[in-house]
């Protein structure tokens, strides 16, 4: 079964620091993994996603991720926070394009003044 | 459409009372899910359409809950006698498959059940 652990339910950046959010799957099969942001009070919002090809995945917003078979991780990054980027993030694995996903549990960022 | 829309945005309900959520996909997508999304829980899978496949209800906590997927487009999510841990947030997603495989959420409807 497929499963995804999310490092961090909370995380604090300041503004213009990097951002790193952390996850770790597991999968029998090669994945399919994504990215989605959710701003308060709205829905999510797929930020970018690694089906195959590229092992680096760049999204919208600057963010980016990159998938690294060998330690089961598909970290997402961004070089600089704007204020803006706060919200909660999803890490999600679906075992291929006809299966539902399996969100982690989230990862809620703060960003610092 | 251009997006998936999801009605009502939110629903208070009475304890025991039966309630229906609607889910309108976007046109020419053949997956839709639905997800329940509680505070701190992370998102919980419920039920997903395929086409005309029978639908996967792997993920539905009882059987008070039931969905259905009129021709192939619109779906209703029906909670029978609402009980207080149903209080969530129902988020509904549709999907191309293949290549183009990602999920497309709609705003979701927020359930208080009182």
């Known amino acids: 079964a497929q499963s995804v652990t999310q490092l961090g339910s909370h995380v604090s950046v300041s503004e213009g620091a990097l951002v790193l959010l952390r996850c770790n799957y597991s999968?029998?099969?090669?994945?399919?993994l994504f990215w989605y942001v959710q701003y308060p009070n709205q829905g999510l919002q797929l930020l970018l996603k690694?089906?195959?090809?590229?092992?680096l995945v760049k999204g919208i917003n600057g963010f980016e991720a990159e998938f690294k078979k060998s330690e089961t991780s598909f970290h997402l990054t961004k070089p600089s926070a704007h204020m803006s980027d706060a919200a909660e993030y999803f890490c999600?694995?679906?075992?291929?394009?006809?299966?539902?996903?399996?969100f982690g549990k989230g990862t809620r960022l703060s960003v610092i003044a | 459409g251009a997006g998936v829309s999801q009605s009502p945005s939110n629903k208070v309900t009475e304890k025991g009372k039966d309630v229906e959520l609607r889910c309108d996909p976007i046109?020419?997508?053949?997956?839709l899910y639905w997800y329940r999304q509680s505070l701190g829980q992370g998102l919980e899978f419920l039920i997903y359409?395929?086409?005309?496949?029978?639908?996967?209800k792997s993920g539905l906590p009882s059987d008070r809950f039931s969905a259905e997927r009129t021709g192939g487009s619109v779906s209703t999510l029906t909670i029978q006698r609402t009980q207080q841990e149903d209080s969530a947030v129902y988020l509904c997603?549709?999907?191309?498959?293949?290549?183009?495989?990602?999920?497309?959420f709609g705003s979701g409807t927020r359930l208080t059940v009182v």
């Open positions: 997603a549709s999907s191309a498959t293949g290549r183009n495989y990602g999920y497309t």
């Open positions: 999968s029998s099969v090669p994945p399919y």
């Open positions: 690694y089906t195959t090809g590229a092992t």
């Open positions: 999600a694995v679906s075992e291929s394009g006809n299966t539902p996903l399996v």
């Open positions: 046109s020419g997508h053949t997956a």
């Open positions: 359409f395929q086409g005309n496949s029978a639908p996967d």
